[in-house]
């Protein structure tokens, strides 16, 4: 089966990049992405490629390549899902905040939503492909609704989870380590299998194109967060370890990193993970493991988010305690706000957490961040309603100036590991800070010999004091 025109619902992060970058790879494919918010479609469609919704390193040349082209942003939902052969779903899943599984379960009510919308618009049969990150076995569900239309439309459905990172997305779409579809084990369903495969194969070599059963493929994608997270919250555990210890976590990560077993990446000790999946996907795996009365399994993978939640709040404590165990009304300066660099994404961000421990001890934090902008910040702390928002506009602001930042604060705090950072002079900084100027580095990516010269007193993650 050819496909010519896809539509895909959902324009955020992983929606309009990777819709994008299949436009880009495939000319004689429509590829149209809908949403129901109207200000991001919108954006999508600016003229001006800096005002695309999402920030990714190249993704301003591959959406002007291919935008106007074969790729088309639209708020017209059903029009789209009605004139494709294909219908990919591509929206949030967050962690549900009310009912049963609050706080752990995916809430998966846009998917459903998705499932009925694309039955009600549907006049031919479609092949509907899971890019959302699901629980195992809801392809279950969206059959369900999809086949119980009565209108005789057929859908085969397939899996096909988005491993991209943020930061990286363009370059992790375009070279990716691998594609994962999971299908039925049908003649129909192989077949519908082949048509993702196709579209794929016109980039990715086919030997990194993985399929699989359904099931295999939602599960994997779970795992797959599980275990990188999985590392992150090792090497941090290992990190307080390494400050009692006079050992160095960078050099335990080289050092361990190079045996090609183990293997160097994702050994980078922080101030914790963040991002919008890590947390909600292993808290997910978590609720399905119990939910099948696997204790132990559900256990294991909740310590990965322990150990997140006790490293963003050693962190803050750290800070606190150096700072002679008060902070109240001394100016903190935060070096970033993003989860990771090169991304103006804050969901789920360690800087929030760190910030908003700091304001329950009434400090003053003043935030520069590349890419992220003062509402965004203050938006970021209101959600975690711990004080009113009146309090946190007076608390937290944010400067567009990183020395103005830094000007006579107390200490400065590097909360994302953003390479302007490094460049930095240094020495002003140190210039126009109160003494002792104290430097908190939460990524450890600053020269920390050249900074104890200027006079700087540093405290990085997992490293011995002065
Ligand atoms: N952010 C990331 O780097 C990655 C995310 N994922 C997964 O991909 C999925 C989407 O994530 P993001 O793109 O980050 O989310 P997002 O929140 O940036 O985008 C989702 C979009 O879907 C739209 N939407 C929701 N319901 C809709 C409906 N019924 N009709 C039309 N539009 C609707 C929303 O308005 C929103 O713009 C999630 O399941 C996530 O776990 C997977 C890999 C990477
Ligand atoms: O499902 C998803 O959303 C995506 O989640 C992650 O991607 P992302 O969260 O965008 O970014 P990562 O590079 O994985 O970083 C996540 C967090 O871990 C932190 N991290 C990462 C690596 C490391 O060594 N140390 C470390 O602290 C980062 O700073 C960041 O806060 C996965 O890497 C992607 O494969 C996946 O598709």
Redesign the pocket.
């Known amino acids: 089966m050819k496909i010519s025109k896809i539509c895909c619902?959902?324009?955020?992060?992983?929606?309009?990049p990777t819709m994008a970058v299949i436009a880009q790879k495939c000319p004689e494919i429509k590829v149209t992405v809908?949403?129901?918010?109207e200000a991001?479609i919108a954006a999508w469609n600016d003229e001006n490629l800096d005002n695309l919704?999402?920030y990714e390193p190249g993704l301003d040349k591959v959406v002007g390549e291919a935008r106007g082209r074969n790729l088309f942003f639209s708020t017209q939902?059903d029009a789209a899902i009605q004139e494709a052969e294909m219908v990919f779903i591509?929206?949030?899943?967050?962690t549900k905040t009310y009912g049963e599984g609050k706080g752990q379960a995916?809430d998966l009510k846009?998917?459903e939503?998705?499932a009925r919308?694309i039955a009600a618009a549907s006049d031919s049969d479609k092949i509907v492909v899971e890019?959302?990150?699901?629980p195992v076995r809801t392809a279950e569900a969206v059959k369900d609704i999809l086949s119980n239309t009565g209108n005789g439309v057929k859908f085969q459905i397939l899996s096909n989870?988005?491993?991209?990172?943020?930061g990286t997305?363009v370059e992790d779409l375009q070279q990716a380590d691998r594609v994962l579809i999971g299908g039925e084990n049908s003649p129909e369903g192989k077949e519908a299998i082949q048509a993702l495969v196709d579209i794929y194969a016109h980039w990715i070599p086919r030997e990194r194109i993985l399929t699989t059963n359904v099931w295999s493929s939602e599960l994997s994608?779970l795992t797959a967060?599980a275990v990188l997270a999985q590392r992150v919250s090792s090497i941090n555990a290992l990190s307080e370890l390494c400050e009692v210890t006079e050992a160095d976590i960078d050099e335990v990560a080289r050092a361990i990193g190079a045996d090609s077993r183990i293997g160097g990446k994702f050994l980078k000790a922080s101030v914790g993970f963040g991002?919008?999946?890590f947390q909600?996907?292993i808290l997910n795996l978590v609720y399905i493991s119990r939910s099948y009365g696997l204790t132990e399994v559900a256990d294991y993978w909740e310590q990965v988010i322990k150990m997140n939640d006790h490293q963003k709040g050693r962190f803050a404590r750290k800070i606190v305690k150096s700072l002679y165990n008060t902070v109240s009304g001394k100016k903190i300066a935060f070096l970033g706000w993003a989860f990771k660099k090169d991304t103006n994404?804050t969901?789920e961000s360690a800087a929030i957490y760190v910030a908003d421990q700091l304001l329950n001890e009434k400090a003053q934090i003043s935030v520069f961040d590349p890419k992220v902008k003062y509402q965004q910040i203050q938006s970021d702390i209101n959600y975690l309603q711990t004080r009113g928002k009146e309090e946190n506009g007076a608390l937290l602001e944010s400067v567009a100036d990183p020395y103005e930042a830094c000007k006579d604060s107390h200490a400065v705090a590097i909360l994302t590991e953003w390479d302007e950072f490094v460049q930095y002079d240094w020495k002003k900084i140190y210039d126009s800070m109160l003494k002792p100027a104290k430097i908190f580095d939460g990524r450890n990516i600053l020269d920390h010999e050249q900074l104890r010269e200027i006079g700087f007193r540093v405290y990085a993650i997992g490293k011995p004091l002065e």
Request: proline share 6%; hydrophobic share 35%; glycine share 10%.
């Open positions: 619902i959902g324009a955020g992060y992983v929606g309009g809908v949403d129901i918010n991001r919704p999402v939902v591509s929206v949030n899943t967050p995916a846009w998917i939503l998705c919308q890019k959302s990150t699901l989870p988005e491993f991209l990172a943020e997305a994608k967060n991002g919008s999946c909600k996907d994404d969901r």
